[in-house]
């Protein structure tokens, strides 16, 4: 399921926005992400022939079963992370930041580990 790291980026990006708005189209995308129109067109073109994504014919965005198992195990390793960041002291801006960089390429391993860590240390 190892994909790259820009796919997973939009993967959840398309997961954040239709938690917020409920639907997503390429320009909500463009949007949020402040990309091009066409890098935004080709990206979206690529996940749907990957399987990641499917489009309707009115241009709505939805995840696929794959898409959405990547995309929920990035978001929650960003807002982990972010949490475990920010409580280690480093500015919120920053933590989400170093969060959306670290996501990506931290193990399965060591992700449960730092969650592990955290339930442990919150039931004391």
Known sequence: MKILESAENYLETILIIKNDKGSVRSIDIVNYLGFSKPSVSVAM?????????????EGFISLTEAGLEIAEMIYERHGVLSEVFIALGVSEETAREDACRIEHYLSEETFECIKKHIKERSSK
């Not at 073109?45 to 014919?57: D, F, P, V």
């Open 45 to 57: 073109k690529q996940l749907e022939t990957n399987g990641y994504i499917s489009r309707n014919s």
